[in-house]
Structure formats: structure tokens, C-alpha cells
Nanobody, 125 residues
Framework: QVLLEESGGGLVQAGGSLRLSCAAF????????MGWFRQAPGKEREFAAA????????DYGDSVKGRFTISRDNAENMVWLQMNSLKPEDTGEYYC??????????????????WGQGTQVTVSS
């Protein structure tokens, strides 16, 4: 089992940056691919970014590609999402999730086994 705790959300102006952190608690963090998902008010949760167990492979949603970067440190049990050039449409609750797969990271919510409680990101125009 993996417990996940997000932090780093907040209020930022359009064009600004934020770095989200996800701390994982559990002995098997390095066995999980990790993902970030987001949910805007009144909308479904959507895929933002994912990273493989080793960090060798990453994938991004079309709406964040080129602006967001996911990274991880297995020794520290940490995952980060660096968000640059933020837009008002990036506003939402951001969730960290763990997927027990050793392959390429997956983008479907249903593949992920564990979820954090979320951290709110608000981008003002």
C-alpha cells in the first residue's frame, strides 16, 4: 500500500509557475508508476502527467504538454509536477496517484490504485 500526500498548490497569476509535490509513504514506492491528474469545478478528472517507475518514460496530456514537467526521486519517495506558463484553465484540484505497473506510464484514471487527497491550484487572469 502507498499513502500519498500532495502539497504546493496555491493562487498564482496567469503566466506564473508552481511546483507541486507528492510525498509517498510506504515501502514499495519504487514499484509504482506515478501520475498527476486534475479536476476543474464541474468537470471530470483528467490526466495531466505520468512517469514510469524508473523515470525513463513520461507522458503528458495535450493541454499541458510543453508547459508541465513531471519528475520523481525514488530514494526520497517524492514526485513533483513543475507547472510553467500557467493559464486560468489550469485551475483545479490536482491529485497524485500511484499505478502498480512496470511498463510505460498509463493515462487512464481506472489504472491507478492509490490516490492522494489533492491540492488546489488557482490561476487568476
Amino acid at each position: 500500500q502507498v499513502l500519498l500526500e500532495e502539497s504546493g498548490g496555491g493562487l498564482v497569476q496567469a503566466g506564473g509557475s508552481l511546483r507541486l509535490s507528492c510525498a509517498a509513504f510506504g515501502p514499495t514506492f519504487s514499484s509504482y508508476a506515478m501520475g498527476w491528474f486534475r479536476q476543474a469545478p464541474g468537470k471530470e478528472r483528467e490526466f495531466a502527467a505520468a512517469i514510469s517507475v524508473s523515470g525513463s518514460y513520461t507522458d503528458y496530456g495535450d493541454s499541458v504538454k510543453g508547459r508541465f514537467t513531471i519528475s520523481r526521486d525514488n530514494a526520497e519517495n517524492m514526485v513533483w509536477l513543475q507547472m510553467n506558463s500557467l493559464k486560468p484553465e489550469d485551475t483545479g484540484e490536482y491529485y497524485c496517484a500511484a499505478d502498480r505497473t512496470f511498463g510505460r506510464p498509463r493515462t487512464s484514471l481506472s489504472e491507478y490504485d492509490y490516490w492522494g487527497q489533492g491540492t488546489q491550484v488557482t490561476v487568476s487572469s
